[in-house]
């Protein structure tokens, strides 16, 4: 008898294949089936670069005003040269603010007899890489004292691709500040409301109601209003998240008490009371980790809601403010529709706003799909 | 054998009831009386079994002995490993935990009893990191030899139980509860979620493991004859009450309650040449929110007279190690099956 326990049971696992995956690996695997899963994916990942690289992206300071290039029309690249001949190093040609006759409205006219040649991985200004590595060296560029403004210029002539790199970083970067605000006190809120029940339940549920009841714009504008110009840059960017968190994570915590409360009947969590693991044990190590899924799923469907309600602020002029960059502030030049109509390219923030806000939807799409390969609730 | 053994456990007038609430103020309006005075003794190495129909408090009696739920009223008295009896009806959580080390369950159903995001790993040496018992290299060379004492290979210890079948995932939980070298196991219909091939594996390594770790254990299930070779005594329960209480063959050969005779004949024989009159029971189990009264089983006997359906009977011992609970049961004289000796 005490030796038939003592062996392993024979053939209980010979005829299993081995099918060691991890969590990562079918997450992995699901995800890539789901094409527009990938191309969201891809989105996020050249707009974080953008943000990360801004300078590295950028040929001429996006922050220094230059008067001289103001509202410049975007150049055109050329791989053609004019006597038909096709060139692999593309160019531009110069451009030079010219009155109309007849209206005297400014225009800008190609100078086509002057072709400037695109450098690659050229020396400009300097700049530092991640915040901490002194550089100078750009992607693109050309020789000194020509331009390449491939998006245009603003009223203060600088160039609109660069300023949308930086952009890029305070909009992504305040987005996922706020996201991780939302995700934090939305999911510690959740679980708590949903693991204990009773009073603290209804506490937490009344103020989520109270919060829901607001009008969430009219209160993001008080309280962005509030915030006094003179603070530093820091401190604006953090109370700005901190206005986008206030309200928006009431949904993620309801969501997640509704997860709790279904989890909380299962076995495995009577199972945990059964062996005498305390409640901060049951809560991070059998609660958590079940809702995690859906977590990450909302954190990527809360990022681009953020950054619409970023823009849109900015575009009121309340909230992030000169000279930090992002792009709700940039629109805000394309405010007047007279500016707007003469100089059509100040809407390409919006461009990369609309970008942003559809690869991040696409993204938690597919991992809404993908995350849970195998869950029991 | 199991008359000399010191007592364990000692259950007395269990009781659990949940309220029901209703309306907009959430008033009690009502109880269901899940468990309804439930007493026994368990000694040391004893197995009882305990059976009944789905939804006569069989698991949450279980469950309130382990404080999975707090007991209405009634006592339960545990003697712990260095003699000392403690009641634990009554006591607070952090009291209760060093006794769960003693105590421990086996679930019913091996596909949600597993937390899907933990590794065979974890979930075996789960109850070893809260008890503060092993840590670190020790703990993986204690998960596998209880990993290889319930018949699992310690090669997969890193997988996760979707990996595994019903019956290798009963082996897990089986391995989870023994991790702690418990002396009472409450084992919870550890095989009705299972095939019936696969069954008789996880009983059969019940059985050794109970022999060699000399476990005392309550086995719960709905079916006589998955107890009738494990359980040394068997208790009956009907609408939250023991309505039998006899060693397994006694009871078996001579029941002495009818609802014992009707769950006796629906035991399948293994001879197939035997003919067996089978007791249909008519009418549905009555609701533990709103039972009869009088005997609660009287709306389905066969034998109920009119004192039946005014006055419950008690538990009395009608023959030595022998309680029922019916006022005709030594003038009865009801049919049993022939059991192995």
């Given at each position: ?377 | ?206 059985q050794e493991l109970k022999e060699r770790l000399g476990l005392t254990m309550i086995f719960i299930a709905h079916d006589l004859s998955v107890v009738e070779h494990m359980c040394d005594r068997i208790a009956v329960m009907y609408v939250g009450k ?82 029922v609970s019916c006022h005709f049961a030594r003038e009865l004289h009801l049919q049993g099956i022939e059991v192995a000796p």
């Open positions: 008898m005490e030796q038939s326990i003592e062996r392993p049971a024979p053939n209980i696992f010979a005829q299993q294949e081995e099918q060691r995956e991890s969590y990562t690996a079918l997450v992995w695997r699901k995800f890539r089936k789901s094409k527009i899963a990938i191309v969201g994916g891809m989105l996020t990942i050249m707009l974080t670069m953008m943000a990360i690289f801004a300078d590295f992206l950028s040929p001429t300071d996006p922050v220094t005003p230059n008067m001289q290039y103001a509202y410049s029309r975007p150049q055109q690249l050329y791989f053609i040269s004019s006597d038909g001949q096709l060139h692999l190093r593309p160019f531009v040609f110069p451009q030079q603010q010219v009155l109309d006759p007849a209206t005297f409205l400014p225009s800008w006219q190609p100078d086509f007899s002057r072709p400037t040649p695109v450098k690659f991985f050229v020396q400009g200004y300097e700049y530092k890489l991640l915040g901490i590595f002194p550089s100078r060296l750009h992607l693109y560029g050309v020789e000194d004292g020509q331009t390449i403004f491939l998006l245009g210029t603003d009223k203060f002539g600088r160039d609109l691709w660069g300023r949308i790199c930086l952009g890029a970083r305070i909009s992504l970067a305040l987005s996922l500040v706020a996201t991780l605000i939302i995700v934090t006190i939305g999911s510690t809120l959740g679980i708590i409301s949903g693991y204990y029940g009773g009073w603290i339940d209804n506490l937490i549920q009344r103020v989520i109601e109270f919060l829901q009841s607001f009008p969430s714009l009219a209160l993001w504008l008080a309280l962005a209003a509030v915030i006094p110009i003179t603070w530093d840059q820091t401190l604006i960017f953090i109370s700005m998240s901190a206005i986008f968190a206030l309200l928006g994570w009431t949904g993620l915590a309801r969501e997640i008490r509704g997860k709790t409360l279904a989890l909380r009947e299962t076995d495995f969590i009577l199972a945990a009371k059964e062996m005498g693991a305390s409640d901060r044990r049951i809560i991070f190590r059998h609660l958590l980790p079940n809702c995690l899924s859906h977590i990450i799923v909302v954190m990527t469907l809360t990022v681009p809601s953020i950054i619409l309600a970023e823009s849109f602020l900015s575009f009121l002029g309340i909230g992030i403010q000169e000279p930090l960059v992002s792009w709700g502030t940039m629109m805000r030049e394309a405010q007047s529709i007279q500016t707007l109509g003469s100089n059509l390219w100040l809407i390409w923030p919006a461009f990369f706003i609309l970008l942003a806000v559809l690869g991040f939807n696409f993204l938690g799409d597919g991992l809404r799909d993908a995350a849970d390969p195998y869950s029991i609730v | 054998m199991i008359t000399n053994q010191q007592p364990i456990l000692e259950v007395k007038n269990l009781k659990q009831y949940f309220p029901i609430r209703q309306g907009v103020f959430q008033r009690v309006v009502g109880h269901v009386k899940a468990v309804d005075g439930v007493s026994f003794t368990l000694r040391e190495q004893e197995v009882l079994g305990l059976v009944g129909e789905s939804g006569c408090g069989k698991t949450t009696t279980g469950r309130s002995i382990l404080r999975l739920y707090d007991p209405t009223d009634g006592e339960v008295w545990f003697h712990k490993e260095n003699g000392e009896r403690v009641e634990i009806a009554n006591i607070n959580k952090k009291e209760m935990k060093p006794i769960r080390r003693e105590m421990r369950m086996i679930f019913q159903d091996p596909f949600s009893s597993l937390n899907p995001r933990m590794t065979v790993r974890d979930l075996i040496s789960e109850p070893l990191v809260i008890h503060n018992i092993a840590s670190g290299r020790e703990l993986d060379d204690v998960v596998a030899q209880l990993m290889r004492n319930v018949g699992l290979d310690p090669n997969y210890m890193q997988r996760y139980p979707h990996q595994f079948s019903g019956g290798q995932r009963q082996r897990i939980g089986l391995a989870r509860t023994l991790a702690l070298n418990p002396r009472l196991v409450i084992a919870d219909e550890p095989v009705s979620a299972l095939d019936v091939s696969v069954q008789a594996q996880v009983l059969n390594l019940l023991i309505v039998e209480l006899a060693e397994s063959e006694t009871l078996l050969r001579h029941p002495l309650h009818p609802y014992t005779e009707a769950l006796i004949s629906a035991i399948p024989p293994a001879d197939p040449d035997i003919r067996q009159r089978r007791i249909m029971l008519s009418g549905e189990i009555p609701s533990p929110a709103n039972p009869p009264e009088g005997c609660v089983f009287h709306t389905r006997c066969r034998y109920a007279k009119d004192i039946c359906r005014t006055t419950p009977p008690q538990l009395v011992e009608v023959e030595p190690d022998h309680q």
